[in-house]
């Protein structure tokens, strides 16, 4: 069992929709949990990271954290055609970052 | 706005040669890392470091070594290359207790 599981996609959303990106981590003892966006060809970079169960908001994202259900998920409001890349989920159990496969979003304007 | 730099940004080689890849950050943070990413796929850790004279393995094995003899610097030796070492590198760093990761822009290695 892999330790962060993401659907891969890919995930059309027509521009201004809201896309919702969904992660599922197999430690229960995790803390915390990262979004990075990765366009083609680049590297990583953050978005937000969430440690407490509920909503964390930061413009037009929101994350979205359930540790009983060790459920992590991304929704971008007002969808625009920049979004368009690959969003990895992030997990720190304690002693390292295990990501996932990501998710490709495109965003059809 | 990050500054984590990496070189060479590309590189193709032959086989059984010993390649070096640098990484290199400024921005003072203690913990630094190397990952491993195939196209489509996740990144895996390779090697991490805590601080000066500190290196861990990762979760992929790996036939490269690392070393921190200085707080910024953080290179990954492959004493002889492979076409299976063909990948994607990505250094990473973080500062103390953020678990917060900054990327490099990465090396893309080919091995012939």
């Known amino acids: 069992q892999k330790e962060v599981e993401q659907n891969s996609g890919p995930l059309s959303v027509p521009e201004g929709a809201i896309a919702s990106l969904n992660c599922t981590y197999s430690?229960?003892?995790?803390?915390?949990f990262f979004w990075y966006r990765q366009y083609s060809g680049k590297s990583p970079e953050l978005i937000m990271f969430?440690?407490?169960?509920g909503d964390k908001e930061d413009g037009r994202f929101t994350a979205q954290l359930n540790k009983a259900s060790q459920y992590v998920s991304l929704l971008i409001r007002d969808s625009q055609p920049s979004d368009s890349a690959t969003y990895l989920c992030?997990?720190?159990?304690?002693?390292?970052?295990?990501f996932g496969t990501g998710t490709s979003l495109t965003v059809i304007p | 706005e990050a500054d984590i730099y990496q070189t060479p940004r590309y590189l193709v080689i032959g086989t059984g040669k010993k390649i070096t890849l640098e990484c290199s950050q400024t921005?003072?943070?203690?913990?630094m890392y190397w990952y491993q990413q195939d196209p489509g796929m996740e990144l895996h850790l390779i090697h991490y470091?805590?601080?000066?004279?500190?290196?861990e393995k990762g979760d992929l094995s790996s036939e490269s070594t690392v070393s921190r003899i200085r707080t910024e610097h953080f290179p990954l030796t492959l004493e002889s290359a492979r076409p299976s070492h063909t990948s994607q590198y990505l250094c990473?760093?973080?500062?103390?207790?953020?678990?917060?990761?900054?990327f490099g822009p990465g090396t893309r290695l080919l091995v012939l």
């Open positions: 990473a760093s973080s500062r103390g207790a953020d678990q917060t990761q900054y």
């Open positions: 430690d229960r003892g995790s803390q915390s």
């Open positions: 969430i440690y407490s169960n």
């Open positions: 992030a997990v720190w159990p304690g002693n390292q970052f295990y």
């Open positions: 921005m003072g943070h203690d913990k």
């Open positions: 470091s805590y601080g000066v004279n500190s290196t």
